[in-house]
């Protein structure tokens, strides 16, 4: 199955070197995953001061600055990765740095058929 | 094979129905992938046996035969089906070819640990793993588990529907957790039979026969798993549950009335569950890895073993309770320590115990520190005090029988 590893967490509770050293981890995250065929692919977001939200009502397309909701905590990152089951996602989501500070939220793909 | 006429047969079946049908469905829920298939499939191959056992005779491995016959049930059906619905056929095609042979019994003794460990894992809601384990693995009906909790059927069936729908669509796995997640999945397990039991125990007010039935669920919930898992923190939950139900016949009256520990008639405290509990604590304590459950278990032994709480040995229980404090921390904890240090040093350091907890604001709204601090004050005489502290606990107070203890001992103090 595919799940979609969603790394929350306050994006203010890192420092510079902390937060290097969580791409290091990670990078080396995705090479394991990489070779056991698990990795489809992860990235680090940009902070939310660099969210725009698109709506579009009534066929009027609206755009506003900032995330989708302003909460305590913030989408900071994905992974997205190849697990036999949801006891596989727990442990990769656990290997995750950002899990030590915030928390993964892990999705199960829903696979539908025609997407390019 | 036996033969049997058709009456005989009927009531084997309903026998066998009691003692294999939970193992029968674990099984096949494995051979299956899927929960609700597995469900029809027993079903099936129960209405399979009524039809062929009186005419062909009863096969020798009655479990084997019921799991091969559910799995060739949900092979037709499926076929039949995924004529109508593509997605079916891989389903039937799956199945169609068992990776493993059903005679197996370790097997199948897996397969109710597979089960107990899907039904609890912590992915599930809390209240879908109570309904779960309760439906899934213990075989009650909806409408049970309801009464026992006091809520509707429909709300246990929606909890039942998407605990289902979460395991099947979030890919739950069907399997005992590798050693590694084990200690975490064991807790987890653990934590849901502990909570059928207190439901069932905590309840015991006379008005609700069935929820008593829980804590017997749970106690059967734990000897399963101890049986299948011999680890002591599982020995240690045992141990308690036995030990705590041993005391259900002594503390309420015919009418429902809470009766305290120190006012229980010991004689009817059943004698069967304290020696198990007490073995299975020596057992759980003597592997050197002690669990909250296990120390709580112990606190109960040590009371079984007195006559009365004057002889009560409240030294090691106050040093119990310590040890409590040290596994677990909690106001609780510290509270039932103080009322032990009480019954050994007096009700004055008791009382300077339990304010101490007070004054830190923990538990001012615990309706049982506020009763320990009115019994203390009692003892000591001061009337006034234990008045107050008494109507702050009746305030708080939520049961029944609790409730009217209070009133009984306002009353007493005049």
């Keep these: 199955m595919k799940y979609m590893l969603l790394v929350y967490g306050n994006e203010n509770a890192w420092t510079d070197s902390e937060r290097q050293s969580c791409f290091v981890e990670s990078a080396e995250l995705t090479h394991d995953l990489n070779a056991r065929g698990q990795y489809l692919g992860a990235n680090p977001l940009q902070p939310i001061a660099t969210a725009t939200s698109v709506r579009v009502r009534d066929g009027k397309r609206l755009v506003t600055d900032g995330p989708f909701a302003e909460t305590h905590e913030q989408l900071g990152g994905y992974f997205l990765v190849e697990a036999k089951d949801l006891s596989e996602a727990i442990s990769i989501a656990g290997r995750i740095p950002g899990a030590r500070k915030g928390t993964v939220e892990i999705r199960p793909m829903l696979e539908i058929p025609g997407l390019a | 094979m036996a033969e049997l006429d058709g009456e005989q047969v009927r009531q084997l079946l309903a026998d066998v129905y009691r003692s294999e049908s939970r193992r029968v469905f674990a099984t096949l829920v494995r051979l299956l992938g899927d929960f609700d298939l597995a469900e029809e499939a027993l079903h099936d191959a129960f209405a399979a046996a009524a039809e062929q056992w009186s005419s062909t005779g009863v096969p020798d491995n009655l479990r084997a035969w019921l799991v091969s016959a559910g799995r060739f049930k949900a092979i037709d059906a499926i076929r039949r089906r995924s004529r109508f619905d593509a997605s079916l056929q891989e389903i039937a095609g799956r199945i169609d070819t068992p990776a493993r042979p059903e005679s197996d019994g370790d097997d199948i003794e897996d397969d109710r640990l597979r089960l107990i460990f899907t039904c609890c894992h912590p992915a599930l809601a809390s209240s879908a793993q109570v309904a779960l384990t309760l439906r ?279």
């Design chain 2, 136 to 414: 899934e693995v213990c075989g009650l009906k909806t409408e049970e588990i309801a009464s026992a909790f006091l809520t509707t059927p429909a709300t246990i069936a929606q909890r039942i529907v998407r605990g289902k729908a979460k395991i099947r669509d979030a890919g739950i796995p069907y399997q005992v957790p590798s050693i590694a997640d084990l200690p975490e999945r064991v807790d987890s397990v653990l934590s849901v039979i502990y909570l059928v039991f207190n439901e069932g125990y905590s309840a015991s007010s006379g008005e609700s026969l069935t929820r008593a039935d829980l804590s017997q669920e749970a106690i059967r919930l734990g000897r399963l798993l101890s049986e299948m898992l011999p680890d002591p923190e599982v020995q240690g939950l045992l141990a308690l549950m036995l030990l705590q139900e041993s005391r259900r016949a002594a503390r309420s009256t015919a009418e429902g009335d809470l009766v305290l520990l120190e006012d229980q008639d010991r004689s009817r405290w059943n004698r069967e569950q304290i020696s198990e509990g007490k073995s299975l604590v020596e057992r759980a304590l003597s592997s050197g890895r002690v669990s909250a459950y296990t120390i709580q278990a112990a606190i109960a032994a040590v009371h079984a073993d007195a006559a009365g709480t004057a002889t009560t040995d409240w030294s090691q229980i106050a040093a119990l309770y310590g040890l409590l404090a040290g596994v677990e921390p909690s106001p609780v904890v510290e509270l039932n320590r103080a009322v032990a240090i009480a019954m050994r040093d007096g009700p004055a350091s008791g009382l300077e115990l339990i304010d101490a907890i007070l004054a830190r604001g923990d538990l001012a709204d615990y309706h049982l520190s506020h009763a320990a601090r009115a019994d203390m004050c009692r003892r000591l005489g001061r009337t006034a005090d234990a008045r107050a502290s008494y109507e702050r606990a009746l305030a708080l107070a939520k049961q029944e029988p609790e409730r009217r203890f209070l009133v009984r001992r306002l009353q007493e103090i005049g």
